[in-house]
């Protein structure tokens, strides 16, 4: 069964801070995609990574996939408080693999 | 495009009670899915359907039944509501199967 471990579950940062997220797996995929669910609302995709040692940048987010693709990380840059919410990795597979979540709460 | 839509938005019902929640995509996928969302557990995948006239279970699909209705339609059905079942409820759907998901707003469900 393929698994995908997100660290850390919660996080509380001060607004301008940078963070970064992870999300690690023992199993390999063939891409990975990372989405952010703002409270009430469905889950939305931010980016999808493909090759090994891939880096992505949306704004102020910066997405890498590890070079084994067995992990990925995302980075963000001084973060806002619009940037709160559920990060949420999900690796490639039959069906898609989901993490559990890290949980961003960006305070004025 | 109204992307991924889901009725109701909320939901109450009582023990014992059955109801549908239905799931319907414009974007031409041929992969829909229902899930659920409690706290601490993550998605959870109750069924699938990776294309037009096939269903599968997921990680948890005892107490639900679902229909692929057409290509856009995906419904889910809880024939005896029982409290263990009060969630969010998400639909998504996607291109290909087992790969990018778009996802509905929810449906909120308090079972008493």
């Known amino acids: 069964t393929q698994l995908l471990e997100q660290s850390p579950q919660f996080l509380s940062i001060q607004e301008g801070e940078n963070l970064t997220v992870y999300c690690n797996s023992s199993?390999?995929?063939?891409?990975l995609q990372w989405y952010r669910q703002e409270p009430g609302e469905g889950p939305v995709l931010l980016v999808t990574?493909?090759?090994?040692?891939e880096v992505k940048k949306l704004k102020r987010l910066t997405f890498q996939f590890g070079d084994a693709r067995k992990d990925s990380s995302l980075h963000i840059t001084a973060a806002q408080p619009g940037d709160t919410g559920l990060y949420l990795c999900?690796?490639?597979?039959?069906?898609?693999?989901f993490g559990k979540g890290t949980r961003l709460s960006v305070i004025a | 495009n109204a992307g991924v839509t889901q009725t109701p938005k909320f939901q109450v019902l009582k023990t014992g009670q059955s109801m549908t929640l239905q799931c319907a995509q414009d974007?031409?996928?041929?992969?829909m899915y229902w899930y659920r969302q409690d706290p601490g557990m993550g998605l959870r995948l109750i069924y699938y359907?990776?294309?037009?006239?096939?269903?599968d279970k997921g990680e948890v699909p005892n107490g639900y039944n679902v229909s692929r209705l057409n290509k856009r339609e995906f419904s889910l059905r809880l024939e005896s509501a029982a409290p263990s079942q009060t969630s969010v409820y998400f639909c998504?759907?996607?291109?290909?199967?087992?790969?990018?998901?778009?996802f509905g707003p929810g449906t909120r469900l308090l079972v008493l």
């Open positions: 999900a690796g490639a597979g039959t069906p898609l693999v």
């Open positions: 998504a759907s996607g291109p290909f199967f087992g790969e990018t998901q778009y």
């Open positions: 990574v493909v090759t090994g040692g």
């Open positions: 199993s390999v995929f063939s891409s």
């Open positions: 359907s990776a294309s037009e006239g096939t269903t």
């Open positions: 974007m031409n996928h041929n992969s």
